[in-house]
Nanobody, 119 residues
Framework: QVQLVESGGGLVQAGGSLRLSCAASGDILSINAMNWYRQAPGQRRELVAGLTSGGSSYYVDSVKGRFAISADSAKNTVYLQMNSLKPEDTAVYYC?????????????WGQGTQVTVSS
């Protein structure tokens, strides 16, 4: 069994910052990639940032220069530091982890955390 627990969402004014965390626990042999997605009401879920085990990172254009993804491999935790937040960043944020257990390799999702940016 694998569990992903997210934290760090909330309400912030435009220009503010939040830091999201996603901790993976359970039968984990290795983590291959860790990603953050978001979904705003009425919109498709989109990949916001990603980080591979080799250290390669990806950011959607709309967050480049404002968001930073990082990970603590000892804690199996991925972070998303969000600065200079804008109202259009309002969404439910989900972590997504590509990992290998003793039985399978698969993608796992966190429960989601709400981020609301007021203007």
């Amino acid at each position: 069994q694998v569990q992903l627990v997210e934290s760090g969402g909330g309400l912030v004014q435009a220009g503010g910052s939040l830091r999201l965390s996603c901790a993976a626990s359970g039968d984990i042999l290795s983590i291959n990639a860790m990603n953050w997605y978001r979904q705003a009401p009425g919109q498709r879920r989109e990949l916001v940032a990603g980080l591979t085990s080799g250290g390669s990172s990806y950011y959607v254009d709309s967050v480049k220069g404002r968001f930073a993804i990082s990970a603590d491999s000892a804690k199996n935790t991925v972070y998303l530091q969000m600065n200079s937040l804008k109202p259009e960043d309002t969404a439910v944020y989900y972590c997504n982890v590509d990992l290998t257990t003793s039985r399978v390799n698969g993608l796992y999702w966190g429960q989601g955390t709400q981020v609301t940016v007021s203007s």
